[in-house]
């Protein structure tokens, strides 16, 4: 019997290119081997359900969020693994498939942080937000801005689902106005508001030099856990 075939929803490319290293298209289905199905959905839950529908609808048999996330616990510092037990969006708490999970982190050698992850609407890029949030979700270790609406999507049609994020930035760094503001939803860099920014605020270089590491950071974390995930096997 083939194995059930896994739809990925990937918010930017950045993350999408660790595990598909072709051409990608954006909010269209891409087949990436035989039991994996990829959606670059761009940023935040409206375009995450969407994608995460296309995904189903192709045959998909099980999702998966995949990406970066920031950090809400000071604990956490940027390149460490997340897989959530559970994802808070909307007021609801949704739980992921801990079988599968447990299949994915068996065969890691990096440490796997588990508890919450908080799904919010609109980007949560300063330190004041971050530990506002926390207040309200005590349990959480990050917050993106996708996996809520995928686990939703998930709980609709009667599939399993599991968050895979590494952590960009941590809980005591705000992102600078510049990165959060010259980037387009899939996070490709848009040159002139690049240079406006930067125009505006020069003192943030060192800043975006600094989330430039730790993006590399994060995403050579993800890149460890591409083989488990390619084997495409979930309870």
């Known amino acids: 019997m083939p194995r059930p075939r896994l739809g990925v929803v990937v918010a930017l490319d950045a993350e999408a290119r660790v595990l598909h290293a072709g051409a990608l298209s954006h909010d269209a289905v891409i087949e990436v081997g035989e039991q994996m199905l990829l959606c670059v959905s761009g940023m935040g839950p409206e375009r995450a359900t969407a994608a995460a529908r296309k995904l189903i609808a192709a045959g998909a048999e099980g999702l998966v969020s995949w990406g970066t996330a920031g950090a809400l616990q000071p604990e956490r510092t940027p390149g460490d693994l997340l897989l959530p037990e559970t994802a808070f969006w909307s007021g609801q708490t949704w739980a992921v498939n801990l079988a599968w999970r447990a299949t994915v982190a068996k065969p890691l050698s990096l440490p796997v942080h588990g ?14 937000s971050k530990s506002a949030f ?49 980037v387009d939803a899939y996070g490709r860099p848009q040159a002139l508001r690049f240079m406006h920014g930067l125009l505006r605020h020069p003192a943030e270089l060192s800043a975006l030099i600094r989330l430039g590491g730790q993006m590399q950071k994060a995403l050579n974390t993800l890149r460890a856990v591409v083989p488990g995930i390619q084997a495409g096997r979930f309870a």
Not at 115 to 128: E, F, H, I, Q, R
Not at 157 to 169: M, W, Y
């Open 115 to 128: 508890g919450g992850l908080l799904s919010v609407d609109t980007p949560c890029g300063s330190v004041a």
């Open 134 to 182: 926390l207040v309200d979700y005590p349990s959480a270790q990050s917050v993106d801005m996708e996996s809520g609406a995928i686990a939703a999507a998930a709980h609709v049609a009667d599939q399993p689902f599991i968050v895979i994020r590494s952590v960009v930035d941590p809980a005591d760094q705000s992102l600078p106005m510049v990165a959060t503001g010259s």
